[in-house]
């Protein structure tokens, strides 16, 4: 969606007072909505938790981007002296709580059994093995007994069935509709580069090697063939993964790792957590996290949903 497609749309609404007056309607009647659901939730915070609690913000967002709330606290790492925001949208921010780079192997600067929520949400997708290992042993010691976290990523399953049945609009309506990165027409595609495109997605969504700095470079013809040069596709992600260069990433800040609820139950459980179970949008079982106005948000059409306790 282009600068100049918005602005047209905006002089056609401005120029046709009934367009206006429904479009007025409409966004009155959202902004309505979300100040109820704010006040909604406002006071879930005072009816779940005391006034002891709340001021102690017993609450964590790794990798919070740009949320920010009153009663909780954020952990974020620094890009070139910025926070992730700052550094990928030139959006200024409020400083985060703990400035934590979970690459440096050291622990989350904060004592035993602290928090009483933990929220991450499209964060572990961008650690190797060691940091997603490190990142759940830390949360699983700063949280209470009892405590929940909540894990959003993106469903390495949906791509995989997506890629295995031909389904190259899972990936255009991304390429197209959400980043508006295809080039074009879905109409135009050939079969081939049908193919060639939603390969290409795929291993970029988990790995650096169609980066332009990885050490190992695919071309966009190479992916579809990577992709059947093992016994089964997680395998080549799992390969792709492995050929993606931990330097780079330290400033690229990409995808360098796959889940399914599977591997993600399995790493939880190491780090020693339990009742772990598969949740959905906004399908908490922490009231105060189902606000769609802070959580959820990214990409729920792909993304994996898990819950856990300490």
């Known amino acids: 969606m282009t600068a100049d497609a918005v602005q047209l749309k905006k002089n056609q609404i401005l120029a046709q007072p009934e367009e206006t007056a429904r479009v007025v309607e409409r966004a009155s009647r959202e902004i309505v909505k979300s100040k109820r659901s704010k006040r909604f939730f406002d006071d879930s915070y005072a009816f779940n938790y005391s006034k002891f609690e709340l001021d102690r913000r017993p609450f964590l967002n790794i990798g919070p981007g740009s949320f920010r709330h009153p ?8 890009y070139g002296g910025q926070a992730w925001t700052e550094a990928r949208r030139g959006v200024q921010q409020a ?14 600067p904060e004592r035993d059994k602290f928090f009483s929520v933990i929220y991450t949400s499209h964060v572990i997708e961008h650690l190797f093995p060691q940091d997603t290992r490190l990142l759940f042993s830390e949360a699983k010691r700063v949280l209470k007994e009892g405590g929940i976290i909540r ?7 949906l791509m995989v069935r997506a890629y295995q049945d031909e389904d190259w609009a899972y990936f255009l309506h991304y390429l197209d509709v959400k980043s508006s990165r295809l080039s074009k027409s879905i109409h135009s595609l050939s079969a081939i580069e049908l193919r060639e495109i939603s390969a290409q997605f795929l291993i970029d969504w988990v790995s650096l090697i169609v980066h332009p700095d990885n050490p190992t470079r695919l071309a966009k013809a190479e992916c579809p063939a990577f992709l059947t040069r093992y016994d089964n596709i997680y395998q080549a992600l799992d390969a792709a993964c ?5 330097e780079t990433n330290k400033t690229a800040g ?34 105060i996290l189902r606000d769609s106005l802070h959580f959820d948000r990214t990409d729920p059409e792909m993304s994996l949903f898990v819950e856990a306790r300490a």
């Open 71 to 78: 009663y909780w606290r954020t952990a974020d790492k620094k």
């Open 95 to 108: 400083p985060v709580d703990y400035y934590w780079d979970v690459y440096s192997g050291e622990p989350l």
């Open 151 to 157: 894990v959003v990523c993106p469903d390495a399953a």
């Open 254 to 287: 990409a995808h360098v790792n796959w889940f399914t609820f599977e591997k993600l139950e399995s790493i939880l459980k190491e780090a020693g957590f339990t009742d772990i179970r598969r949740s959905g949008y906004l399908q908490s079982t922490a009231p």
């Open 242 to 246: 492995a050929l993606s260069d931990r």
